[in-house]
């Protein structure tokens, strides 16, 4: 099992920018496909964006296509997700998980497929 922590949540006006960040420990982290997921007030979590191990493929929920991106550093065992253009519905709790495989073209997009999950970081966009 990896631990994963998330930071750099916050409170941004609308079309403001954050960058999330995920620190892993625990178990190799370039064993690991990357994702980010949210869950916003009364709703379900919902995929972001996933990220394959070496970091060579990346995948998107079609609403932050173009908005946020996905990028790992494995020297530094950390996952980002940089958003951009806030709107006031990115409002959420924003998960890390991670998803251990053997494949280096694997891009879970699905809850199920990720073992470990963050606690979350809160991200409130203002109109």
């Known amino acids: 099992q990896v631990q994963l922590k998330e930071s750099g949540g916050g409170l941004v006006q609308a079309g403001g920018s954050l960058r999330l960040s995920c620190a892993a420990s625990g178990r190799t982290f370039s064993s690991y496909a990357m994702g980010w997921f949210r869950q916003a007030p009364g709703k379900e979590r919902e995929f972001v964006a996933a990220?394959?191990?070496?970091?060579?493929?990346?995948e998107y929920a079609d609403s932050m296509k173009g908005r946020f991106t996905i990028s790992r550093d494995n020297a530094k065992n950390t996952v980002y997700l940089q958003m951009n253009s806030l709107k006031p519905e990115d409002t959420a709790v924003y998960y890390c998980?991670?998803?251990?495989?053997?494949?280096?073209?694997?891009?879970?997009?699905?809850?199920?497929?990720?073992?470990?999950w963050g606690q979350g970081t809160q991200v409130t966009v203002s109109s």
């Open positions: 998980a991670a998803a251990g495989t053997y494949y280096y073209d694997y891009v879970p997009t699905t809850s199920p497929e990720f073992g470990s």
């Open positions: 990220i394959t191990r070496s970091g060579g493929t990346t």
